[in-house]
């Protein structure tokens, strides 16, 4: 007989804590309502992790980095700059629907991360932000998209992506595919028909 | 001599209650605090105003009736659904960069009003939202629009003008005028190129 291979205690722990951290917030959570969550006793889950700083830290980092890490591919593919910008949209919605409590997390309760740690999650997504920026800038220059600002561009889609969190359910009458889709006929190709 | 007429102490004191709720949130302001920024006794605003309750009601039913007759407005006008559209658009920024800490009060502390008013201000909101999107509906049927989604299409444009908030201040480089026209260009043509 095979055994299917269980997630690791401390992946579950990060799990069962954002699902919390979302529902009661960050200051809300205790480290034994996520014990009693994950069904362990506090003491042995101090095995795994060692406080609700680590937890707060590891959730928001391993968000920031995977956003950073596919902008730094979708910067090397050799797509258009439109299908560039699709993908990074498509990732935003997927992460959201498939991993929407840590998402939510790492957009809302990052500012309780302690100071220095503050100030390097901040950076990387200014970071993001700016590559994300640097992608419709360049975009413009090529001729491939309108004179926007950047900027604006930018914000214009982050917000909308960032709805998806309040909005998407699963078993609403859209799918996520169909989200997707539409949400990016929204931003690139615009509500007016061509 | 003639004297410049100053704004009635209601008024005055409704918009200095929008922007401390708005640096403090609502439960972190009292009586004590409006009164002291207006620069009045506590007793002698009483005669004004009975409660924060009413406060918080005169500043969400204003901003909220405020939306309501431009929907209703702009409904009737002999304009293109791209035009209708334009139109609400314009109306959210502004009142944003104009009204901003009332805006501000009327989309996050709403949550604080007693029970009664509080389902009256969300059916208000349904039905401006309900509005708009038909706006996009027809507009799709007429062929006028792409054939997205109408919610999608409504909270990726509520989304968009509510970051308008978190970014816009008078002084950074961009003008509410471009501010509007590139948000506009964004949702209506789209980034890429026609």
Redesign the interface.
Known sequence: MTKIAKPPKRQIILEEAAKLFKDKGYGGTSMRDIAGQVGMEAASMYNHIKSKDEILDSICFRISDVYIAHLREVEELPLSF?EK?RVLIRLHIQLMVEDGPAVSVANHDWKYLPNARLTEFTTARRQYEKGFAAL?AE?IAA????A??P???L??????V??VEL?FQPGRS?SAQ??ED??I??????????
Chains 1, 2 share one sequence.
């Not at 001729?143 to 309108?146: K, N, P, R, S, T």
């Not at 914000?155 to 909308?160: D, H, Q």
């Not at 006929?185 to 061509?194: D, N, S, V």
């Open positions: 439109g910008v419709i975009g001729g491939e998209f309108q926007v600002n900027t604006v561009a914000f214009t889609i982050l917000s909308a960032r709805w909005w859209l169909e989200l539409h949400i006929t929204m931003l690139l190709k615009g509500l007016e028909q061509r």
